[in-house]
């Protein structure tokens, strides 16, 4: 059976270097904060929202929740952010997506302030992500997966890696930053022929496409490494991935679980931002 890659004891550790970031931080005068806007009561919102505040509380960090009714009209909306970006307090800000149709995501993610934008919302974000440039805000969930790749000595120089899903939250970027680090890309998405053929020639699969347990041992060449970013509840109401973990993890080398996978990492490099921007702060 292949390694199963248990990543809370990683974010466990990127957590406590977090709060050392964030003490110093705090010596030098600057208390790091982070506004989470939600517009009405979705439920996985919630979830989210109470994940991140208790990390925010590991990690010493503020987090403030910014609540909207569910009617909010755009002027308002854009207010909101707009005193957000205006408040020197406030470090980072996430703006909980998808939002509701009538808030017009286009216009909203050109608002954010690019220095506070610690979820990569802002278009300015991204095309550093896609012109090469890491330095400054990563997506979260990609910029995850490249620290369980790190941490885990995982070889990506020259591999053929397969990233099943192409949004901008998670594909699109996830494929960029494995091209920089000397990958050889192939992306999918639903209008992919013989998906089956191409993931299997893959050396690393990293699946973000939202369909429980879709990927079967079939599409796994043997020894690969599966990366699974979704997050999803099966047919039983468990929490479960886009790989259908229990008949693929003896084909591989290297799998993560869901939950205690990709997950339990993308919070912390949530945080990992709002240290960054209270640092451009100072
Ligand atoms: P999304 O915006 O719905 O995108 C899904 C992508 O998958 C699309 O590009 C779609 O192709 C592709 N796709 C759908 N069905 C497919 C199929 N049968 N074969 C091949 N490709 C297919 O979803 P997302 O926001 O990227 O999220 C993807 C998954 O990751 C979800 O399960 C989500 O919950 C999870 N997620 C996890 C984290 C985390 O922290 N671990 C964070 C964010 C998201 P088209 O473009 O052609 O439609």
């Given at each position: 059976m292949g390694q199963v890659l248990d990543c809370r004891a990683l974010a466990k550790e990127f957590l406590e270097k977090i709060k050392e970031e964030s003490t110093k931080l705090k010596e030098q005068g600057i208390n790091p904060q982070l506004a989470i806007v939600?517009?009405?009561?979705?439920?996985?919102?919630?979830?989210?929202?109470?994940?991140?505040?208790?990390?925010?509380?590991?990690?010493?960090?503020?987090?403030?929740?910014?609540?909207?009714?569910?009617?909010?009209?755009?002027?308002?909306?854009?207010?909101?952010?707009?005193?957000?970006?205006?408040?020197?307090?406030?470090?980072?800000?996430?703006?909980?997506?998808?939002?509701?149709?009538?808030?017009?995501?286009?216009?909203?993610?050109?608002?954010?302030?690019?220095?506070?934008?610690?979820?990569?919302?802002?278009?300015?974000n991204l095309a550093k992500v896609f012109e090469g440039d890491l330095d400054g805000y990563l997506p979260c969930t990609p910029a995850a997966v490249m620290e369980i790749i790190k941490h885990f000595n995982i070889e990506v120089k020259g591999k053929k890696v397969v990233v099943l899903g192409r949004s901008m939250v998670v594909g699109k970027p996830l494929a960029m930053m494995m091209l920089k680090e000397d990958a050889t890309v192939t992306i999918c998405h639903s209008k992919t022929e013989n998906l089956k053929e191409v993931v299997s020639d893959a050396d690393i699969v990293a699946a973000a496409i939202g369909k429980p347990k879709f990927i079967g041992k079939d599409f796994i060449k043997d020894n690969a490494v599966v990366i699974d970013v979704g997050i999803n509840v099966d047919d039983n109401g468990k929490l479960c991935g886009d790989v259908d973990f229990e008949t693929v993890k003896d084909k591989t080398s290297l799998i993560t679980p869901v939950p205690g996978g990709v997950g339990s990492m993308t919070t912390a490099l949530l945080l990992k931002n709002v240290i960054k921007g209270a640092k451009m702060a100072l």
């Open positions: 939600r517009v009405g009561n979705r439920e996985d919102d919630i979830a989210y929202e109470k994940g991140i505040l208790k990390n925010c509380e590991k990690a010493d960090i503020i987090g403030k929740v910014h609540t909207c009714f569910p009617d909010i009209d755009m002027e308002d909306f854009i207010d909101t952010i707009q005193k957000l970006n205006n408040d020197s307090s406030v470090h980072g800000i996430i703006i909980f997506r998808p939002l509701p149709k009538h808030l017009d995501e286009d216009i909203i993610k050109h608002i954010i302030d690019p220095n506070k934008d610690v979820d990569c919302m802002n278009p300015l």
